[in-house]
């Protein structure tokens, strides 16, 4: 089917739906239904209907240029005003394509943010530090909720992982494409010669999930609780507040220890587990919808070596789209994050527009 027919299936089903609604005889199950239907239809209606309007204002002009019989200034007249013309249909073209790209779901949803230390020791741990705070201070910007959930310090002021819940509008939208891995280049504090050293952080951002969205069986769940330590095994307290919860068809665990309350550490470990499930369903289902797009825009795999902080030359460079800025402290203060991320989110909608040709 193309475009053109797609939109007049679109409009027709729009009509048919005003029609019914107009008559005032469903269900209220029906009517419930087809209301949402009608209302998700209606902000691409007019915009499609502009475009209709065009397609045929050129299709008349083209058959007036065409006429062997036609006077040569009307001729000279619609050449012009059909190039006119064709720009705005290529406008309104992309305006109703853009329209017509399907949501995803969890773009509003709030996150949990993970950020672990990878290759390098010490060093990427302070990377891992710096990264996380570059997200806060991100998310302070924004005006979002920024919630430590769980941070594991290695005691030099670095983490080996730390985890914290993002909460706001369109917060997921934003930060998606931040998973993978983050590499820095800089001359450590303790290298006495002077050398570069290449580091490596893994971020994962998680779109959080009710309990509607992920029902986890208690039988799929072995807990373990045991006593909190700090850097160096120093005591957190005496009590076996901490817990650690495996999901056993899965594998996956989760641990916390912040709180003091056995109680609290749990119900923020499970929540970190339901949005790793999530996380798990939706790649799954995203791969399988559009694995061409995904190996494109990157997946998101948090092996994947998406950005590099080179420290020497002041830049961050995004592998992804080949993009370069000259801003690494403000990058890292999160004041000039926008303009990468706006680069990934025009990309991915370059590709998902393909996809409609």
């Known amino acids: 089917?193309?475009?053109?027919?797609?939109?007049?299936?679109?409009?027709?089903?729009?009509?048919?739906?005003?029609?019914?609604?107009?008559?005032?005889?469903?269900?209220?199950?029906?009517?419930?239904?087809?209301?949402?239907?009608?209302?998700?239809?209606?902000?691409?209606?007019?915009?499609?209907?502009?475009?209709?309007?065009?397609?045929?204002?050129?299709?008349?002009?083209?058959?007036?240029?065409?006429?062997?019989?036609?006077?040569?200034?009307?001729?000279?007249?619609?050449?012009?005003?059909?190039?006119?013309?064709?720009?705005?249909?290529?406008?309104?073209?992309?305006?109703?394509?853009?329209?017509?790209?399907?949501?995803?779901?969890?773009?509003?949803?709030?996150?949990?943010?993970?950020?672990?230390?990878?290759?390098?020791?010490?060093e990427a741990a302070l990377f891992a530090a710096e990264l996380y705070r570059m997200y806060q201070h991100y998310a302070d910007l924004k005006g979002w909720r920024f919630e430590p959930l769980h941070v594991n310090e290695t005691g030099l002021g670095g983490f080996k992982e730390a985890r914290a819940s993002i909460s706001g509008r369109g917060v997921f939208a934003r930060l998606k494409f931040e998973s993978g891995a983050h590499r820095v280049q800089r001359v450590p504090e303790t290298e006495s010669g002077g050398r570069i050293h290449t580091s490596a952080a893994t971020v994962a951002v998680l779109p959080e999930a009710e309990e509607v969205d992920i029902h986890i069986d208690e039988k799929d769940l072995r807990i373990d609780v045991y006593r909190s330590s700090g850097p160096g095994g120093q005591s957190v307290n005496t009590t076996d507040s901490a817990v650690r919860i495996t999901h056993l068809p899965t594998g996956i665990v989760v641990t916390q220890q912040d709180e003091k309350s056995q109680h609290r550490n749990k119900a923020k470990a499970m929540k970190v587990l339901r949005a790793r499930l999530y996380e798990r369903e939706r790649a799954t289902r995203e791969a399988e919808r559009a694995a061409e797009r995904r190996s494109q825009i990157g997946s998101g795999d948090r092996s994947e070596r998406i950005r590099t902080y080179n420290f020497p030359q002041g830049r961050v460079t995004d592998h992804r789209v080949n993009l370069t800025l000259y801003k690494l402290d403000r990058v890292l203060a999160g004041e000039a994050l926008d303009e990468i991320i706006e680069a990934l989110a025009a990309e991915d909608q370059v590709i998902r527009l393909a996809e409609l040709e």
Not at 3 to 16: D, I, P, S, T
Not at 79 to 92: G, H, I, K, N, P
Not at 101 to 107: I, Q, T
Request: glycine share 6%; charged share 35%.
């Open 1 to 122: 089917m193309n475009l053109e027919e797609k939109l007049n299936r679109m409009v027709a089903r729009y009509e048919e739906i005003g029609a019914a609604l107009a008559a005032g005889d469903l269900e209220s199950a029906e009517r419930a239904r087809i209301s949402k239907e009608y209302a998700g239809l209606a902000p691409v209606v007019e915009p499609i209907r502009d475009l209709q309007k065009a397609w045929a204002e050129v299709a008349e002009l083209a058959e007036l240029i065409a006429d062997p019989a036609g006077d040569s200034d009307m001729k000279a007249l619609a050449q012009e005003e059909c190039a006119q013309l064709e720009e705005r249909v290529s406008e309104l073209e992309r305006k109703v394509k853009l329209l017509l790209l399907p949501k995803d779901e969890a773009d509003e949803r709030n996150v949990i943010l993970e950020v672990r230390a990878g290759t390098g020791g010490e």
